[in-house]
């Protein structure tokens, strides 16, 4: 992002979500983790080494994830960052917040006739800091003001709008991260691993 412009991906990011991981918009739990060592991440959210298994979105979808297991499916996301999508932990799983000294943003929609969209929260060394969600209106108040910066722009309203806001909260994610989804992410293949129940 430039200190002049704020920057805007190219296409809705909730449109992509829709469009490559249908599936997700009935609820999806993302993780952006600081940190380019995807074996040294796997192993601290202390995930079954032999299940590890490379595969598309698509093929997540239809072939490796038993819908009861915990799992995590997580790859590259931009120099210095991994992304993941979590299944069947909760925000704030044990597993999560054992990725330690390292900002772990957290994004959890629990489908729309779930508990919603909820906020942007930021973890660091197994605490939750506080939420990094873009304010209602421009210049508004943040509970992590230090990322004010990166909203510019993406104000979420007062009317409430999961998809929007979706939206919002992935730009949000694509500027701190350096990277917005785009075709290419979406597509990418990346490691499933199965995580324990004991975890």
């Not at 829709?18 to 940190?35: K, M, N, P, S, T």
């Not at 925000?91 to 957290?106: D, T």
């Not at 994004?107 to 906020?119: H, K, N, Q, T």
């Not at 969600?133 to 104000?155: F, H, I, K, N, S």
Request: aromatic share 14%; net charge negative; hydrophobic share 35%.
């Amino acid at each position: 992002m430039t200190d002049t412009e704020p920057a805007f991906p190219a296409h809705n990011q909730w449109d992509l979500l829709v469009e490559y991981g249908h599936w997700l918009e009935l609820g999806f739990h993302a993780l952006w983790i600081e940190g380019d060592d995807r074996e040294e991440l796997a192993r601290l959210l202390r995930v079954d080494p032999v299940s590890r298994r490379e595969c598309d979105l698509k093929t997540l979808d239809e072939e490796a994830v038993d819908p009861d297991a915990k799992g995590v499916w997580m790859g590259p996301h931009s120099p210095g960052w991994t992304h993941a999508f979590a299944f069947n932990l909760y925000s704030s799983h044990p597993a999560i917040l054992n990725l330690g000294k390292r900002r772990v943003f957290e994004l959890y929609f629990a489908g729309e006739v779930g508990e919603g969209l909820e906020p942007l929260y930021l973890n660091y060394d197994g605490e939750q800091l506080g939420e990094v969600t873009p304010p209602y209106e421009e210049g508004g108040d943040m509970e992590l003001a230090d990322y004010r910066p990166y909203a510019a722009g993406l104000e979420l309203g007062t009317k409430r709008d999961y998809r929007r806001d979706a939206h919002l909260m992935f730009c949000m994610m694509g500027r701190i991260t350096g990277r917005f989804a785009d075709r290419d992410w979406w597509t990418a293949s990346r490691s499933y691993y199965r995580i324990p129940d004991e975890t």
